[in-house]
């Protein structure tokens, strides 16, 4: 198929800031597994496990 376009993609799905609301919005509505990617910290997985994601992809957590 051809890419979207603006137009043809729901604001609501692509906003231009994603907070922790958008995304327990994003869970209610989806049918499928609602996995967070790009985390950058311990704090940041455990606030996507409390704001609903079943799962997480590139954690990128620094060791000490």
Same mark, same amino acid.
């Given at each position: 198929?051809? /890419? ?6 729901? /604001?609501?799905?692509? /906003? ?8 327990? $919005?994003?869970?209610?509505? $989806?049918?499928? /597994?609602? @996995?967070?990617?790009? @985390? $950058? $910290? ?23």
């Amino acid at each position: 198929g051809r /890419p979207a376009s603006e137009s043809t993609v729901h /604001p609501m799905l692509y /906003p231009a800031t994603v907070t922790w609301e958008t995304f327990e $919005s994003v869970k209610r509505l $989806s049918t499928v /597994p609602v @996995i967070a990617k790009g @985390i $950058s $910290s311990a704090t940041g997985a455990r606030q996507a496990l409390d704001h609903g994601a079943d799962g997480l992809a590139e954690v990128l957590v620094a060791a000490k």
